[in-house]
Protein backbone atom coordinates (compact mmCIF):
# COMPACT_ATOMS: atom_id res chain seq x y z
CA UNK A 1 0.00 0.00 0.00
CA UNK A 2 1.67 3.13 -1.06
CA UNK A 3 -0.11 5.13 1.21
CA UNK A 4 0.69 3.70 4.20
CA UNK A 5 4.12 5.38 5.04
CA UNK A 6 4.45 7.54 7.67
CA UNK A 7 4.91 11.12 5.75
CA UNK A 8 1.54 9.96 3.48
CA UNK A 9 -0.36 8.86 6.43
CA UNK A 10 0.15 11.59 8.37
CA UNK A 11 -1.10 14.03 5.16
CA UNK A 12 -4.08 12.31 4.49
CA UNK A 13 -5.13 12.27 8.44
CA UNK A 14 -3.84 15.84 9.09
CA UNK A 15 -5.55 17.41 5.95
CA UNK A 16 -8.65 15.81 6.65
CA UNK A 17 -9.62 16.18 10.32
CA UNK A 18 -7.71 19.23 10.38
CA UNK A 19 -10.71 20.70 7.50
CA UNK A 20 -12.95 19.42 9.55
CA UNK A 21 -11.27 21.57 13.18
CA UNK A 22 -10.92 24.61 10.68
CA UNK A 23 -15.10 24.80 9.60
CA UNK A 24 -16.07 23.40 13.24
CA UNK A 25 -14.17 25.57 15.48
CA UNK A 26 -15.66 29.21 15.66
CA UNK A 27 -14.06 32.23 14.43
CA UNK A 28 -11.60 33.09 17.33
CA UNK A 29 -11.54 30.13 19.30
CA UNK A 30 -8.36 29.47 19.30
CA UNK A 31 -5.74 30.84 21.76
CA UNK A 32 -4.82 34.30 20.63
CA UNK A 33 -6.34 33.84 17.20
CA UNK A 34 -7.53 37.51 17.00
CA UNK A 35 -4.50 38.75 17.46
CA UNK A 36 -2.72 36.38 15.17
CA UNK A 37 -5.62 37.80 12.86
CA UNK A 38 -4.75 40.92 13.45
CA UNK A 39 -1.16 40.44 12.98
CA UNK A 40 -1.51 38.50 9.59
CA UNK A 41 -3.69 42.04 8.44
CA UNK A 42 -0.86 44.21 9.25
CA UNK A 43 1.88 42.30 7.07
CA UNK A 44 -1.12 42.15 4.43
CA UNK A 45 -0.93 46.44 4.25
CA UNK A 46 2.85 46.32 4.92
CA UNK A 47 2.87 46.95 8.27
CA UNK A 48 5.65 45.62 10.99
CA UNK A 49 4.97 47.51 13.98
CA UNK A 50 2.69 50.12 15.05
CA UNK A 51 -0.64 51.18 13.44
CA UNK A 52 -1.68 50.19 9.92
CA UNK A 53 -4.96 50.55 7.67
CA UNK A 54 -7.12 48.02 6.88
CA UNK A 55 -10.78 47.20 5.64
CA UNK A 56 -13.46 48.09 8.07
CA UNK A 57 -15.43 45.44 7.08
CA UNK A 58 -12.35 43.24 8.31
CA UNK A 59 -12.19 45.20 11.67
CA UNK A 60 -16.06 44.68 11.87
CA UNK A 61 -15.86 40.67 11.42
CA UNK A 62 -12.87 40.83 13.66
CA UNK A 63 -15.15 42.81 16.82
CA UNK A 64 -18.55 41.01 16.12
CA UNK A 65 -16.78 37.39 16.23
CA UNK A 66 -14.32 38.65 19.58
CA UNK A 67 -17.68 39.87 21.44
CA UNK A 68 -19.91 36.47 20.57
CA UNK A 69 -16.87 34.77 22.31
CA UNK A 70 -18.11 32.91 25.11
CA UNK A 71 -14.97 35.14 27.33
CA UNK A 72 -16.64 38.14 26.18
CA UNK A 73 -20.02 37.62 26.29
CA UNK A 74 -20.58 35.49 28.82
CA UNK A 75 -22.71 33.10 26.77
CA UNK A 76 -23.44 29.58 28.71
CA UNK A 77 -25.54 28.55 25.72
CA UNK A 78 -22.53 28.38 23.26
CA UNK A 79 -22.84 29.35 19.29
CA UNK A 80 -26.54 29.22 18.43
CA UNK A 81 -26.87 29.03 14.43
CA UNK A 82 -28.42 32.42 14.78
CA UNK A 83 -25.22 33.46 16.43
CA UNK A 84 -22.43 31.83 13.90
CA UNK A 85 -24.66 33.45 11.22
CA UNK A 86 -24.45 36.61 12.69
CA UNK A 87 -20.48 36.52 12.99
CA UNK A 88 -19.92 35.03 9.32
CA UNK A 89 -22.16 38.20 8.24
CA UNK A 90 -20.54 40.84 9.83
CA UNK A 91 -18.48 43.09 7.77
CA UNK A 92 -20.12 41.98 4.10
CA UNK A 93 -22.33 44.88 3.52
CA UNK A 94 -19.80 47.44 4.64
CA UNK A 95 -18.27 49.63 1.71
CA UNK A 96 -15.19 47.91 0.78
CA UNK A 97 -13.33 51.08 0.45
CA UNK A 98 -13.68 51.97 4.09
CA UNK A 99 -10.65 51.75 6.26
CA UNK A 100 -9.98 51.95 9.92
CA UNK A 101 -7.39 52.42 11.83
CA UNK A 102 -5.27 49.41 13.86
CA UNK A 103 -2.72 48.62 16.04
CA UNK A 104 -0.63 46.55 17.57
CA UNK A 105 -2.12 45.00 21.32
CA UNK A 106 0.48 43.92 22.81
CA UNK A 107 3.95 41.46 22.57
CA UNK A 108 1.94 37.92 22.73
CA UNK A 109 2.50 37.69 18.40
CA UNK A 110 4.75 40.71 17.70
CA UNK A 111 8.02 38.75 18.34
CA UNK A 112 6.56 36.58 15.21
CA UNK A 113 8.12 37.62 11.88
CA UNK A 114 6.29 37.21 8.75
CA UNK A 115 7.85 33.66 7.63
CA UNK A 116 5.47 32.50 10.65
CA UNK A 117 2.72 33.18 8.79
CA UNK A 118 3.78 33.35 4.85
CA UNK A 119 1.01 31.21 3.59
CA UNK A 120 -1.68 32.98 5.65
CA UNK A 121 -0.08 36.22 4.11
CA UNK A 122 -0.10 35.61 0.53
CA UNK A 123 -3.64 34.13 0.89
CA UNK A 124 -5.16 36.75 2.25
CA UNK A 125 -3.65 39.34 -0.05
CA UNK A 126 -4.83 37.22 -3.30
CA UNK A 127 -8.35 37.51 -1.07
CA UNK A 128 -8.03 41.02 -0.79
CA UNK A 129 -7.63 41.64 -4.00
CA UNK A 130 -10.29 39.30 -5.72
CA UNK A 131 -13.31 39.58 -3.52
CA UNK A 132 -12.53 41.21 -0.34
CA UNK A 133 -14.48 38.84 2.37
CA UNK A 134 -14.01 38.50 5.75
CA UNK A 135 -15.51 34.98 6.10
CA UNK A 136 -13.59 34.10 2.86
CA UNK A 137 -10.75 35.98 4.25
CA UNK A 138 -10.43 34.56 7.85
CA UNK A 139 -11.12 30.62 6.27
CA UNK A 140 -8.72 30.87 3.81
CA UNK A 141 -5.94 32.13 6.00
CA UNK A 142 -6.68 29.05 8.63
CA UNK A 143 -6.99 26.87 5.31
CA UNK A 144 -3.58 28.11 4.10
CA UNK A 145 -1.91 27.63 7.08
CA UNK A 146 -3.00 24.02 7.20
CA UNK A 147 -1.92 22.85 4.25
CA UNK A 148 1.36 24.44 4.28
CA UNK A 149 2.19 23.51 7.45
CA UNK A 150 0.86 19.83 6.72
CA UNK A 151 2.87 19.50 3.66
CA UNK A 152 6.15 20.71 5.02
CA UNK A 153 5.70 18.32 7.99
CA UNK A 154 5.03 15.36 5.68
CA UNK A 155 8.49 16.25 3.99
CA UNK A 156 10.40 16.26 6.80
CA UNK A 157 9.00 13.37 8.39
CA UNK A 158 9.74 11.90 4.90
CA UNK A 159 13.16 12.85 4.91
CA UNK A 160 13.60 11.35 8.51
CA UNK A 161 16.07 8.72 9.04
CA UNK A 162 14.61 7.38 12.20
CA UNK A 163 11.34 7.68 14.31
CA UNK A 164 9.57 8.42 11.31
CA UNK A 165 6.08 6.70 12.97
CA UNK A 166 6.69 7.75 15.99
CA UNK A 167 6.94 11.90 15.00
CA UNK A 168 3.80 11.07 12.69
CA UNK A 169 2.13 9.73 15.71
CA UNK A 170 3.32 12.72 17.65
CA UNK A 171 2.02 15.50 14.66
CA UNK A 172 -1.61 13.88 14.39
CA UNK A 173 -1.99 14.36 18.25
CA UNK A 174 -5.51 15.94 18.69
CA UNK A 175 -3.81 19.30 20.13
CA UNK A 176 -1.22 19.47 16.66
CA UNK A 177 -4.03 19.01 14.32
CA UNK A 178 -6.30 21.25 15.91
CA UNK A 179 -3.45 23.83 15.79
CA UNK A 180 -2.45 23.38 12.24
CA UNK A 181 -6.37 24.33 11.20
CA UNK A 182 -6.76 27.70 13.41
CA UNK A 183 -5.13 31.20 12.64
CA UNK A 184 -1.45 31.10 14.59
CA UNK A 185 1.83 31.03 14.28
CA UNK A 186 2.71 27.82 15.80
CA UNK A 187 1.72 25.46 13.23
CA UNK A 188 4.31 26.87 10.69
CA UNK A 189 7.08 27.00 14.05
CA UNK A 190 6.84 23.68 14.01
CA UNK A 191 7.18 22.49 10.53
CA UNK A 192 10.28 24.83 10.30
CA UNK A 193 11.80 22.93 13.17
CA UNK A 194 10.99 19.56 12.10
CA UNK A 195 12.40 20.54 8.67
CA UNK A 196 15.42 21.76 10.11
CA UNK A 197 15.56 18.30 12.58
CA UNK A 198 15.58 16.29 9.47
CA UNK A 199 17.66 18.13 7.18
CA UNK A 200 20.31 18.17 9.70
CA UNK A 201 20.17 14.20 10.68
CA UNK A 202 19.74 13.41 7.27
CA UNK A 203 22.72 13.15 4.67
CA UNK A 204 23.89 14.58 2.23
CA UNK A 205 23.41 17.99 3.98
CA UNK A 206 21.84 21.01 1.95
CA UNK A 207 23.38 23.60 3.38
CA UNK A 208 20.83 26.37 1.60
CA UNK A 209 18.19 24.54 2.48
CA UNK A 210 19.37 24.47 6.59
CA UNK A 211 20.24 28.05 6.04
CA UNK A 212 16.32 28.71 5.22
CA UNK A 213 15.03 26.69 7.49
CA UNK A 214 17.50 27.79 10.89
CA UNK A 215 16.59 31.26 9.79
CA UNK A 216 12.59 30.35 9.76
CA UNK A 217 12.59 28.76 12.96
CA UNK A 218 14.54 31.98 14.75
CA UNK A 219 12.48 34.52 13.37
CA UNK A 220 9.24 32.47 14.15
CA UNK A 221 10.20 32.17 17.51
CA UNK A 222 13.72 32.67 19.01
CA UNK A 223 13.52 30.50 22.11
CA UNK A 224 13.27 27.74 19.18
CA UNK A 225 17.25 28.93 18.43
CA UNK A 226 18.02 25.78 20.58
CA UNK A 227 18.02 23.73 17.65
CA UNK A 228 20.76 25.16 16.16
CA UNK A 229 22.96 22.80 18.30
CA UNK A 230 22.17 20.04 16.32
CA UNK A 231 24.70 21.58 13.94
CA UNK A 232 27.20 20.67 16.06
CA UNK A 233 26.18 16.73 16.58
CA UNK A 234 29.48 14.87 17.34
CA UNK A 235 28.16 12.18 14.98
CA UNK A 236 27.88 14.80 12.23
CA UNK A 237 31.10 16.71 13.01
CA UNK A 238 32.98 13.77 12.95
CA UNK A 239 32.11 12.73 9.45
CA UNK A 240 31.92 16.25 8.37
CA UNK A 241 35.34 17.77 6.35
CA UNK A 242 36.71 20.69 7.19
CA UNK A 243 34.91 22.97 4.86
CA UNK A 244 31.59 21.19 6.32
CA UNK A 245 32.36 22.57 9.47
CA UNK A 246 33.51 25.92 8.80
CA UNK A 247 29.82 25.85 7.11
CA UNK A 248 28.02 24.77 10.12
CA UNK A 249 29.86 27.64 12.01
CA UNK A 250 28.61 30.31 9.94
CA UNK A 251 25.51 28.78 9.60
CA UNK A 252 25.13 29.12 13.36
CA UNK A 253 26.17 32.75 13.15
CA UNK A 254 23.87 33.98 10.74
CA UNK A 255 20.22 31.88 11.93
CA UNK A 256 20.73 32.95 15.79
CA UNK A 257 21.92 36.32 14.14
CA UNK A 258 18.95 36.96 12.26
CA UNK A 259 16.74 35.70 15.07
CA UNK A 260 18.67 38.04 17.64
CA UNK A 261 18.30 41.09 15.30
CA UNK A 262 14.86 40.51 14.96
CA UNK A 263 13.85 39.93 18.81
CA UNK A 264 16.19 43.53 19.62
CA UNK A 265 13.91 45.48 16.78
CA UNK A 266 10.65 44.35 18.70
CA UNK A 267 12.02 45.16 22.05
CA UNK A 268 9.55 48.70 21.95
CA UNK A 269 6.49 46.52 21.53
CA UNK A 270 7.76 44.52 24.79
CA UNK A 271 8.30 47.72 26.68
CA UNK A 272 5.58 49.73 25.64
CA UNK A 273 3.33 46.87 26.69
CA UNK A 274 4.64 46.92 29.84
CA UNK A 275 4.08 50.43 30.25
CA UNK A 276 0.16 49.59 29.54
CA UNK A 277 0.57 46.65 31.81
CA UNK A 278 -0.46 44.16 29.50
CA UNK A 279 2.33 42.18 30.68
CA UNK A 280 1.24 40.44 33.98
CA UNK A 281 5.21 40.84 34.99
CA UNK A 282 7.26 43.91 34.95
CA UNK A 283 10.12 41.69 32.81
CA UNK A 284 13.19 44.22 34.05
CA UNK A 285 12.18 44.19 37.92
CA UNK A 286 11.98 40.21 37.39
CA UNK A 287 15.51 39.95 36.26
CA UNK A 288 16.93 41.89 38.70
CA UNK A 289 14.88 39.64 41.44
CA UNK A 290 15.98 36.68 39.81
CA UNK A 291 19.71 38.01 39.42
CA UNK A 292 19.94 39.18 43.40
CA UNK A 293 18.55 36.03 44.57
CA UNK A 294 19.20 32.60 42.07
CA UNK A 295 18.70 30.88 44.98
CA UNK A 296 14.82 31.41 44.93
CA UNK A 297 14.31 31.48 41.82
CA UNK A 298 15.59 27.71 41.64
CA UNK A 299 13.32 27.17 44.22
CA UNK A 300 10.46 28.30 42.09
CA UNK A 301 11.66 26.23 39.50
CA UNK A 302 11.85 23.45 40.99
CA UNK A 303 8.64 23.88 42.88
CA UNK A 304 7.26 24.31 39.48
CA UNK A 305 8.63 21.34 37.85
CA UNK A 306 7.46 19.06 40.40
CA UNK A 307 3.98 19.87 40.86
CA UNK A 308 1.01 17.78 40.22
CA UNK A 309 -0.51 20.58 38.18
CA UNK A 310 2.27 21.27 35.84
CA UNK A 311 2.92 17.50 35.11
CA UNK A 312 -1.00 16.59 34.72
CA UNK A 313 -2.14 19.89 33.02
CA UNK A 314 1.10 21.26 31.69
CA UNK A 315 2.59 18.25 29.99
CA UNK A 316 -0.17 15.37 29.31
CA UNK A 317 -3.32 17.51 28.78
CA UNK A 318 -1.42 20.46 27.48
CA UNK A 319 0.45 18.15 24.73
CA UNK A 320 -1.99 16.13 23.83
CA UNK A 321 -5.60 18.13 23.65
CA UNK A 322 -6.25 21.38 25.06
CA UNK A 323 -8.65 22.64 22.84
CA UNK A 324 -10.57 26.04 22.36
CA UNK A 325 -9.59 28.70 24.29
CA UNK A 326 -7.50 26.31 26.55
CA UNK A 327 -11.19 25.54 28.07
CA UNK A 328 -12.24 22.57 26.01
CA UNK A 329 -9.67 20.31 27.83
CA UNK A 330 -9.75 16.50 26.34
CA UNK A 331 -10.41 13.95 29.33
CA UNK A 332 -7.54 13.37 31.51
CA UNK A 333 -7.68 9.19 30.40
CA UNK A 334 -8.32 9.79 27.10
CA UNK A 335 -4.72 12.15 27.40
CA UNK A 336 -2.56 9.40 29.07
CA UNK A 337 -3.90 6.93 26.57
CA UNK A 338 -2.96 9.17 23.43
CA UNK A 339 0.78 9.35 24.98
CA UNK A 340 0.56 5.71 26.21
CA UNK A 341 0.18 4.59 22.23
CA UNK A 342 3.01 7.06 21.51
CA UNK A 343 5.11 4.65 23.57
CA UNK A 344 3.66 1.47 22.23
CA UNK A 345 4.60 3.01 18.84
CA UNK A 346 8.18 3.93 19.67
CA UNK A 347 8.69 0.71 20.92
CA UNK A 348 7.29 -1.12 17.69
CA UNK A 349 7.17 0.37 14.87
CA UNK A 350 10.55 0.58 13.77
CA UNK A 351 11.15 -1.46 10.96
CA UNK A 352 14.44 -1.44 9.01
CA UNK A 353 15.46 1.96 10.32
CA UNK A 354 18.46 3.14 11.33
CA UNK A 355 19.26 3.90 14.63
CA UNK A 356 20.81 7.19 16.55
CA UNK A 357 23.65 7.22 18.20
CA UNK A 358 24.07 7.35 22.23
CA UNK A 359 25.36 10.80 21.86
CA UNK A 360 22.99 11.88 19.17
CA UNK A 361 20.55 10.71 21.78
CA UNK A 362 22.30 12.54 24.49
CA UNK A 363 22.44 15.67 22.71
CA UNK A 364 18.73 15.96 21.69
CA UNK A 365 17.70 15.05 25.05
CA UNK A 366 20.08 17.92 26.25
CA UNK A 367 18.49 20.31 23.73
CA UNK A 368 14.94 19.43 24.62
CA UNK A 369 15.10 19.91 27.94
CA UNK A 370 17.05 23.39 27.67
CA UNK A 371 14.34 24.18 25.68
CA UNK A 372 11.77 23.20 28.22
CA UNK A 373 13.54 25.54 31.02
CA UNK A 374 14.19 28.39 28.82
CA UNK A 375 10.35 28.41 27.98
CA UNK A 376 9.64 28.50 31.62
CA UNK A 377 12.57 30.97 32.25
CA UNK A 378 10.91 33.10 29.91
CA UNK A 379 7.00 32.69 31.33
CA UNK A 380 8.28 33.28 34.40
CA UNK A 381 10.26 36.89 33.28
CA UNK A 382 6.97 37.66 30.96
CA UNK A 383 3.86 36.53 32.64
CA UNK A 384 4.05 35.86 36.44
CA UNK A 385 3.73 38.73 38.53
CA UNK A 386 7.98 39.77 40.07
CA UNK A 387 8.17 37.08 42.39
CA UNK A 388 5.85 34.75 41.93
CA UNK A 389 6.53 31.61 43.89
CA UNK A 390 4.99 29.66 40.48
CA UNK A 391 5.38 29.93 37.24
CA UNK A 392 2.37 29.93 36.24
CA UNK A 393 0.96 29.93 32.13
CA UNK A 394 2.96 26.56 30.88
CA UNK A 395 1.16 24.51 27.97
CA UNK A 396 2.53 21.80 26.66
CA UNK A 397 2.08 23.10 22.97
CA UNK A 398 4.88 25.21 23.23
CA UNK A 399 7.17 22.03 23.19
CA UNK A 400 6.12 20.46 19.68
CA UNK A 401 8.96 21.85 17.87
CA UNK A 402 11.37 20.52 20.14
CA UNK A 403 9.62 17.20 20.76
CA UNK A 404 10.78 15.16 18.07
CA UNK A 405 14.04 15.37 19.70
CA UNK A 406 12.79 13.68 23.02
CA UNK A 407 11.29 10.80 20.52
CA UNK A 408 15.17 10.29 18.78
CA UNK A 409 16.33 10.56 22.06
CA UNK A 410 14.09 7.75 23.99
CA UNK A 411 14.07 5.05 20.48
CA UNK A 412 14.93 2.06 21.91
CA UNK A 413 18.26 0.81 21.03
CA UNK A 414 18.16 -2.31 20.03
CA UNK A 415 16.18 -3.20 16.37
CA UNK A 416 13.19 -4.62 17.23
CA UNK A 417 11.73 -6.94 14.74
CA UNK A 418 9.30 -5.99 11.84
CA UNK A 419 5.99 -5.64 12.88
CA UNK A 420 2.95 -5.27 11.17
CA UNK A 421 1.98 -2.28 12.91
CA UNK A 422 0.45 -0.13 10.05
CA UNK A 423 -3.38 -0.62 10.44
CA UNK A 424 -3.27 -0.29 14.67
CA UNK A 425 -1.25 2.70 13.83
CA UNK A 426 -3.74 4.19 11.50
CA UNK A 427 -6.66 3.46 14.24
CA UNK A 428 -4.51 5.05 16.73
CA UNK A 429 -4.13 7.89 15.10
CA UNK A 430 -7.90 8.42 14.78
CA UNK A 431 -9.77 7.54 17.50
CA UNK A 432 -8.40 10.34 19.66
CA UNK A 433 -9.76 13.03 17.00
CA UNK A 434 -13.31 11.40 17.64
CA UNK A 435 -13.19 12.24 21.25
CA UNK A 436 -11.70 16.05 20.30
CA UNK A 437 -14.41 16.79 18.15
CA UNK A 438 -16.85 15.47 20.67
CA UNK A 439 -15.13 17.78 23.46
CA UNK A 440 -15.27 20.96 20.83
CA UNK A 441 -19.06 20.14 19.99
CA UNK A 442 -20.17 19.52 23.60
CA UNK A 443 -18.09 23.19 24.16
CA UNK A 444 -19.09 25.47 21.34
CA UNK A 445 -22.77 24.09 20.95
CA UNK A 446 -24.15 22.37 23.51
CA UNK A 447 -26.99 24.10 25.19
Not at 85 to 108: N, Y
Not at 110 to 128: E, K, M, Q
Not at 130 to 141: A, K, N, Q, T
Not at 374 to 384: D, G, M, P, S
Request: include cysteine.
Amino acid sequence: MSWASPHRLFLIVSLAIGLIYTFMTPPFRAPDETAHYQRVLAYMEGSVWGPYDTRTRYVEFLATGNQLRPYNSKQEQGYSWEVLQRIWASGADTDPARSHRLSSDGPTVDLYSPAAYLPAIITGWVIDQVYPSPVILFYGMRISLLIASSLLIAWAIARLPYARWPVMALMLFPMAVWGRAMITADSLTTAFALAFIALICAQPWRLKALAVAGMAVTLSKIIFGTLLGLLFLPVNWRKATFGIRVAFCGLFILCAGVGIAWNIAAKDTLQAATERGVLASNPSQQVAQMQTDPTAFLTVLSDTLSSTEFLLNGIVTGITGYLGELDAPLPFLVSAMVLLQLAIILILAQPDETRPTRWTRLWCAAIFFGTLLLTLVALYVQWNPVGNAYIHGFQGRYLYPVLPLLLVALLPPKQWPPRKCVPVICLSTLWPHAVAIATLWQSNYSG
